[in-house]
């Protein structure tokens, strides 16, 4: 099926329970307006006021940094590449320009990463908790554990063991139940563009970085180690989320994702479930069993019970959360179930 067809089909999957989207509004109007009177009870109308300012300012640096300029800077080779490769009617480019609700979901996660507002999500999430530690560690060990005389073999080590543990996030994101919900909302694209990379709810990016904000400031490293990387960084992960057919031959196969191999990550076939969950190395994959190995180049994404993309942004921002929440609910009943079960023979 053509995946703008796909896109434009209504689901038959029942929509985040069945609850409907003016209940779902009326709670999180509620659940925003109880977190602003609360903040503004606990530092007063003018500190809070003061506050938000500089968070504002903060935001503002964070746009007009380096890493901004070099992150724009890879998205964008990746856009022109595309549009050599795959000609203008099939690029992210002609996608953007004429967008479907997946594709505007895309735009709206994009700007959210840009502007990098997802560590008050995860000071929310983690409760605060998150902060200390990371305060805590800047105190007692400012320049991280991990400090070798030669700063080129720092970078890589340290990119290497990130990689690693982002492949375990991204297995846990699919095997939690909770974590699947929040991670979901990145599968529900129904199409591919290069900002689809960028595609997550600041739920599962909060939990993101609870799970690697920690080990990230433990291991250290300086900001211009990461500079250089991170335009390497930002080219391939826009690759991946591309249509462009590149399986990387045997690179692909034992070194590097390459786009063929995230693209089965997002098919919606069961086979293909649970597989290549590595982020730049595709070998924890072959190491821990994850690995596809299969001639399959799928010319669709989607992800199944898709309930994403035919009710609005809004509706959809709130439905993952929500999703999230329900299945929180539902492990006291299934834990308990799981203990009334006779033990196994
Ligand atoms: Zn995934
Ligand atoms: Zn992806």
Same mark, same amino acid.
């Given at each position: ?53 500089? !968070? ?15 992150? $724009? ?31 505007? =979901?895309?735009? !709206? ?20 908790? /998150? ?32 990689? !690693? ?6 297995? !846990? ?44 400031? $433990? ?9 250089? $990387?991170?335009?390497? $960084? ?8 591309? =249509? ?24 919606? =076939? ?6 290549? =969950? ?65 033990? /196994?023979?």
């Amino acid at each position: 099926m053509d995946i703008r067809a796909a896109a434009a089909e209504p689901s038959n999957a029942p929509l985040a329970g069945g609850i409907g989207s003016r209940t779902i509004m009326l709670l999180a109007v509620a659940l925003v307006g109880a977190v602003v009177a609360a903040l503004m009870a606990a530092y007063g109308p003018s500190a809070f006021a003061v506050k938000l300012m500089k !968070f504002t300012a903060s935001r503002w640096d964070a746009v007009i940094s380096p890493y901004a300029g070099v992150y $724009l800077g890879g998205i964008g080779i990746v856009l022109v590449v595309e549009v050599f490769v795959l000609g203008y009617r099939q690029s992210s480019i002609y996608r953007l320009l004429h967008p479907t609700q997946s594709t505007w =979901m895309d735009v !709206f996660c994009f700007a959210i990463d840009f502007l990098k507002v997802a560590g008050v999500f995860m000071t929310i999430f983690s409760l605060g908790l /998150a902060d200390v530690a990371l305060k805590a560690i800047g105190r007692v060990t400012p320049q991280g554990v991990l400090v070798l005389e030669n700063p080129i073999l720092q970078t890589v080590v340290i990119f290497v063991v990130i990689d !690693f543990l982002k492949y375990w996030m991204h297995y !846990f994101q699919h095997i939690w139940g909770f974590w699947w919900e929040a991670h979901k909302f990145h599968h529900a694209a129904t199409e591919f563009n290069v900002i689809t990379t960028t595609r997550g709810h600041p739920l599962d990016s909060a939990m993101r970085i609870v799970f690697l904000a920690v080990p990230t400031a $433990l291991l250290g490293g300086t900001g211009d180690q990461f500079l250089f $990387l991170s335009l390497l $960084l930002s080219m391939h992960s826009g690759l991946t989320h591309s =249509m462009i057919n590149w399986d990387f031959g045997w690179v692909g196969r034992w070194v590097l994702m390459s786009p063929v191999t995230h693209r089965i990550h997002h098919s919606d =076939m069961p086979e293909h479930f649970e597989k290549n =969950m590595g982020s730049v190395f595709i070998i924890w994959d072959r190491l821990f069993g994850t690995y596809y190995d299969g001639q399959t180049v799928n010319p669709t994404v989607n992800v199944s019970d898709n309930f994403y993309n035919h009710k609005g942004l809004l509706y959809d921002l709130l439905a993952c959360p929500w999703a999230v929440l329900r299945t929180i609910g539902r492990l006291p009943r299934r834990l308990l179930a799981r203990q009334a079960l006779p033990p /196994a023979e």
